[in-house]
């Protein structure tokens, strides 16, 4: 599949403030903080960035209006319609801490149980594909939802680092998140390598019983739609070597940094920064390892092309 970079930023960014605005939902920070205000403003700032950014896979973004009419059958209009909803809670909790220096917590929990709703929708539109088998399980919401809480642990931990929380309680279970996180989506590209296809140039064609189907010609000569987004292609070599710089880079190190952040103790600018190295790492790596989720997925229709 083509890596659409709007969808790509869509994905990374809006994770990482549906995240962010769960765990501000959990009241872990302390509410009259400054550091927590920023907190409330910046997750508001990257889910609308993300959200934005999608509309520009659209061919006409004008009518990107029209994706919230058929939420009773597509995940997309219902990621559409929730995305609308979560601002709702996410805008009182967000008012009642930088105006009123408070946490509610109806909003607030209702802010995080909707943004978790929010992600597992977003993953849904792409396992609920049967076309793209690599998608199609239920390890593909798992790996989108444990992102999203390991990035907003990340995130949060900042903000704790820079005076607003605990620099035990956020850093540990961020750790323990992104552990959990690129495990989980090790055992994805793991099934994705090994399990075998359920959609071949036999049962495509139909011409299974006759015997083993081969290209004899391609359907036109010509690049089309389904050419450019269906049928892009990554080298395995290439493909491995970027999951391993995802892995180390927004797996690894932050995980590390978070651990003797927590250990060494203490609030500041230095530890902050620290941890905001770890943020960008962890981002950085997410970004890549999404765009390896786009590039290594094969579509069904590319069996009339011989890919």
């Given at each position: 599949m083509h890596p659409a970079f709007s969808i790509i930023v869509?994905?990374?960014?809006?994770?990482?403030?549906?995240?962010?605005?769960?765990?501000?939902?959990?009241?872990?920070?302390?509410?009259?903080a400054l550091a927590t205000k920023c907190a409330h403003v910046l997750a508001l700032a990257l889910i609308s960035a993300g959200l934005l950014s999608s509309t520009g896979h659209l061919g006409n973004p004008q009518r990107a209006w029209r994706a919230f009419s058929q939420w009773r059958s597509s995940w997309l209009s219902r990621e559409g319609v929730l995305s609308i909803v979560t601002?709702?809670?996410?805008?009182?909790?967000?008012?009642?801490?930088?105006?009123?220096?408070?946490?509610?917590?109806?909003?607030?929990?209702?802010?995080?149980?909707l943004c978790l709703v929010t992600v597992y929708c977003t993953s849904m539109i792409y396992a609920s594909l049967k076309s793209v088998q690599a998608w199609h399980t239920p390890l593909t919401p798992a790996c989108y939802l444990l992102f999203a809480a390991a990035g907003g642990f990340v995130l949060a931990s900042v903000f704790a680092f820079a005076g607003s929380g605990s620099t035990v309680a956020l850093p540990l279970p961020g750790a323990l998140f992104l552990i959990a996180a690129w495990a989980m989506k090790q055992r994805w590209r793991e099934r994705m390598k090994t399990v075998a296809p359920l959609s071949t140039p036999e049962?495509?064609?139909?011409?299974?019983?006759?015997?083993?189907?081969?290209?004899?010609?391609?359907?036109?000569?010509?690049?089309?739609?389904?050419?450019?987004?269906?049928?892009?292609?990554?080298?395995?070599?290439?493909?491995?070597?970027?999951?391993?710089?995802?892995?180390?880079?927004?797996?690894i190190v932050p995980a590390v940094l978070l651990l003797v952040l927590a250990?060494?103790?203490?609030?500041?600018?230095?530890?902050?920064?620290?941890?905001?190295?770890?943020?960008?790492?962890?981002?950085?790596?997410?970004?890549?390892?999404?765009?390896?989720?786009?590039?290594?997925?094969?579509?069904?229709?590319?069996?009339?092309y011989g890919g």
């Open positions: 869509f994905t990374t960014l809006s994770g990482l403030g549906y995240g962010l605005a769960a765990v501000l939902g959990l009241g872990l920070l302390d509410p009259a601002f709702g809670p996410l805008l009182i909790s967000a008012w009642a801490c930088v105006i009123e220096g408070r946490y509610l917590v109806l909003p607030g929990l209702a802010g995080t149980v049962s495509a064609t139909g011409l299974g019983d006759i015997g083993r189907v081969r290209l004899f010609e391609r359907p036109h000569v010509t690049e089309n739609y389904l050419t450019r987004e269906m049928g892009f292609k990554v080298a395995r070599k290439h493909a491995d070597k970027l999951w391993r710089i995802a892995i180390v880079a927004g797996g250990a060494l103790g203490g609030q500041g600018v230095l530890p902050a920064a620290v941890a905001g190295l770890a943020a960008a790492m962890h981002w950085g790596g997410v970004f890549v390892e999404r765009w390896l989720f786009f590039a290594e997925a094969r579509h069904a229709v590319m069996n009339y």
